[in-house]
């Protein structure tokens, strides 16, 4: 039996939204030391973190008057660690339902390379939804 | 075309390790205002960190010697969302091959209400296969 | 270019319903030759129907007159491969909510050995939601 | 308890391998009335084995003498309902490394209107990792 402290992110994250439309979004990350996890690679939550984001932000402006979005699940696939630099995610809504909605992503370097893939779902509330998904 | 930025867990996460062995691992975080995203439930960035470490953490102790461990991919399920209070990680690793390692998450509250559920695959490196996976 | 046929599963499945109550099912595969792949383990595809068919069925009880339900997205880990035997896959809904439910699954040998986890998403169909989720 | 049969796919799938190429693969299904599920629509489990058999058709020509490829883990959204003609998965690599591979996939109808998205992982087996992953 231990407990132990695991201090993560110290300096939080100050992503950016650097383009979106109905259905698209682009943000990205500017990977700072504090970012990374034990064995000196970005934390994978970091990752997640800005794909999350980004499929939000790509949802956001399908949105009605009235309605949010929260995310149901959501699956990354880490391809290629990344030290330093800044990391750019690309979501793209592949359908959108009434209330559901299948999205995906694609976080790469700013020199092409693929860091990782996301593909989720969320599930949009409305007045009429909102008592309980 | 817009440029905004989107400042997140700016006290960042304060993780606590309660307990691990070889194999399983308990991890909790105490959900602070920070950690809520824009419609004030806990972000699912906060989440996924929790699971993606309580993961890495019930893998740690089945390591040998120079070896270290990567997420490959991770699918968290967001079952309930979650507003405050402390919020619970137990991670089990399902099979460990010898670079294959398949792990999977359950997050409750600590009145044992379900929050979330994880499944991921990491990767072992040993001094072999540090050459790259 | 090529253009080649692939046929798979010719006999087809015979799975069997073995229990089952509200929110819960035991479903089974008896593995025959012809649910092999080109490298002579048991297909992912079907390893996959078995957990998706036992996910509907924990789900099945659980829906009121009216209801159906799909599976909105369902992540399969294959942690061992199996050539013959019997597979055994245990659902069990982790939470039911008004159109969104989470399920997941654990799938072994009758010895017991872990074969497959899935954990999956499924919408409950209802006359009001029928109008298309 | 109950013990009830349910019988699946009873006429097998003919998939058909449209083209291949090293790290991309077009696989398409003909679908017929025995892969429709309960509620009459297509079966996830027949979605799933397209994608699953596409992934490694787009594997399969990166692989040198001796190896064969084995998937890991793979997670399919189910973003639309079909219940006739024919649907075609097209899967690209997005990182192939040494014994990892990053593989999605998107199935749309010959229409072009989109049926799922997968992301999956696949493990190349050479003489030296055989052993066991």
Redesign the interface.
């Known amino acids: ?20 439309s109905a259905g698209a979004a682009v ?1 990205q990350l500017a990977v700072k030391p ?1 970012h990374l ?3 000196g ?1 970005l ?4 990752v ?3 794909v ?2 980004s499929m ?1 932000c790509a949802i956001m402006e399908t949105l009605r008057q009235g309605e ?1 979005c ?12 990344v030290k330093e630099g800044t990391i750019v995610a690309r979501s793209a809504v ?2 959108r ?4 909605v ?1 999205v ?1 992503t694609d976080v790469r370097t700013t020199h092409g390379r ?1 860091v990782a ?3 989720g ?1 969320f ?1 949009v509330r409305t007045p009429l ?1 909102a ?3």
Chains 1, 2, 3, 4 share one sequence.
């Open positions: 039996m231990t407990e132990r402290r695991i201090p993560l992110f110290k300096e939080g994250f100050e992503l950016e939204l650097v383009q979106s943000v504090s996890n034990a064995v690679v934390h994978g939550g970091a997640f973190t800005l999350d984001t939000a949010t929260v995310s149901v699940e959501i699956k990354v696939n880490n391809v290629a660690p592949g359908h339902g009434r209330t559901l299948h995906e693929l893939k996301g593909l779902t599930f939804t008592r309980g998904a």
